[in-house]
Every structure is written in structure tokens, then in C-alpha cells.
């Protein structure tokens, strides 16, 4: 089944010059990447994102870590990826999410680690199933943002909407 899933690269990931590891690995799935981006998260993002997690005790923490607190890397490396069994496909490679109890070849037994104050830096983050993953790509990405049409979407017009543009050089 055709399916699609978000990957994060989060900043530890980055911090730690991940990147091209992880994305190599992730291609062995031989899934597409139909939308990706360098983002940073703010504390909106962040707990609009782990919402099912504010009642948990590491919930702060979660939130210093994926906005980049912990790192003094404030961004993540949004992806969509999509194909026959993504979700499965990517959270087979990226491992079990204690990443003591990841099997050693996953990306996040290779890669992560708990931290002493008990943080699990696991350098990725893989939607669990469809619902998840229809909440998290809609929350980090805007329909333009994605190459094929994944969800219904529709065109508004926005009057009055500010939008940052680059700036002519003078001459």
C-alpha cells in the first residue's frame, strides 16, 4: 500500500553531522522524498507535536530537545517520504526508540544514546502509523511544500498576507 510518512533528523542529528548517514540509510527503503526542508522548531511546534506526550514527566525536556535547546542546534530536518509501506519501511531502519534497546545495525542504535538527566537522543523521529503521520506531515508542511497530493487540499485567497521576500540590491 502507497503510503506516507514524516522523518525527522533531529538536532542532535545535525549536531553530530548525521545527515548524510541517516539519509543513506533511509534510501536502502528505496522510498521517495517528495518534500523536505531545514526548519527551525519553535515551542509552538514543538508542542503541537508531542501534545500526546504533555502529560508525560519528560515532556520539558522533549521539548528543550526537539527545539534545539540541548544542542545549540536550533533546527530539524524535515522529510516526507513516501512509497509501498513507508511507515514500516522507515521505523524498521530507525529502530526501537530507547536507543539502548535498538537493534545496534537500526540508525538509532547506531547513533543515539541517553543522556545522564535520562534524555533519549535518538537522532530521528519516524511517524507510528497512518493517523500519526497524516497529523505530523499536515503540521509541518503546507500542501505547496509537498511534490505530490497526498491529502485534499484546497486553494483560498489570503488578502492583506505578509510575505518575506529578498530584498533587490541596490546598483
Request: proline share 4%; charged share 30%; with cysteine.
Amino acid at each position: 500500500m502507497i503510503e506516507q510518512t514524516l522523518v525527522l533528523i533531529k538536532p542532535d542529528g545535525l549536531k553530530k553531522s548525521l545527515t548524510g548517514n541517516i539519509l543513506t540509510r533511509l534510501s536502502e527503503t528505496k522510498l521517495e522524498i517528495v518534500a523536505t526542508k531545514i526548519t527551525r522548531v519553535s515551542r509552538e511546534l514543538a508542542g503541537e507535536h508531542y501534545k500526546h506526550m504533555k502529560d508525560k514527566p519528560f515532556y520539558g525536556e522533549l521539548i528543550e530537545y526537539i527545539c534545539g535547546e540541548l544542542h545549540q542546534r536550533r533546527k530539524v530536518m524535515a522529510m516526507v517520504y513516501w512509497g509501498e509501506g513507508a511507515i514500516s519501511k522507515v521505523r524498521q531502519l530507525a529502530g526501537a526508540t530507547n536507543p539502548e534497546e535498538a537493534d545496534p545495525v537500526s540508525i538509532r542504535g547506531a547513533y543515539g544514546r541517553i543522556t545522564t538527566k535520562g534524555v533519549y537522543e535518538n537522532v530521528i523521529h519516524t511517524s507510528r502509523d497512518k493517523e500519526e503521520a497524516e497529523r505530523e506531515i499536515k503540521l509541518w508542511f503546507s500542501p505547496e511544500e509537498i511534490i505530490v497530493d497526498l491529502y485534499p487540499a484546497r486553494t483560498v485567497e489570503v488578502n492583506k498576507a505578509k510575505k518575506k521576500v529578498w530584498a533587490q540590491e541596490h546598483q
